[in-house]
């Protein structure tokens, strides 16, 4: 994921490199590639600290490349990976678009999905609720019997379900664009 950073950003005008810390309004220069050294605030989520970044990356790793588990749990595993690395949110900028293409990259790589469709273009019709699902991810446990880890289960499955059929809304829709009727 930092190599697709980096080689998004790569491709990037100067201009769009530069962002404004909205507490400061101190500008910085993104840097393809690097992990943030800052501390920023999404929205309502305040992810990881800088510091905390290779630490949280590394078990993210581990988290999301078993090998042993079955095609299906991979698949929904594209989907808790998703809403976990834009929790995680470790670079400065580009850490939305970076997400959607590495899970894009990581449905390919279980050959799910193509060139044809691409679940980015399904979370952009809906913007709203993508964004209102990952912040309802984002959420503590709700008691003992939400999850083990300090986020809510609940949140994050309810985030993979929309996901999962934001996906399948993706390939109905170019099934049917493909379609066509014979004589």
């Not at 309802?136 to 999850?147: F, M, V």
């Not at 300090?150 to 059929?165: E, S, W």
Request: with cysteine; proline share 5%; aromatic share 10%.
């Amino acid at each position: 994921m930092i190599w697709r950073h980096k080689h998004f950003c790569e491709r990037l005008p100067e201009e769009l490199l530069i962002v404004e810390l909205p507490t400061t309004k101190e500008k910085i220069k993104i840097v393809p590639g690097e992990l943030r050294k800052e501390h920023v605030k999404v929205s309502l989520h305040i992810p990881p600290p800088p510091e905390n970044l290779p630490a949280f990356l590394k078990r993210f790793a581990e988290g999301y490349s078993s090998t042993h588990l079955s095609k299906l749990s991979k698949i929904i595993g594209v989907a808790a990976s998703h809403h976990r690395l834009t929790w995680i949110h470790p670079f400065l900028d580009g850490n939305g678009r970076v997400t959607r293409m590495f899970s894009h990259a990581l449905l390919g790589e279980l050959d799910i999905g193509s060139e044809l469709w691409a679940v980015s273009r399904g979370l952009a019709r809906c913007v709203a609720y993508y964004k209102a699902n990952l912040q309802a991810a984002d959420e503590p446990r709700y008691g003992d019997l939400d999850g083990r880890g300090n986020l809510t289960m609940a949140g994050l499955v309810d985030f993979c379900k929309f996901f999962l059929t934001t996906c399948v809304d993706q390939v109905d829709f170019m099934a049917g664009f493909l379609e066509r009727e014979y004589c």
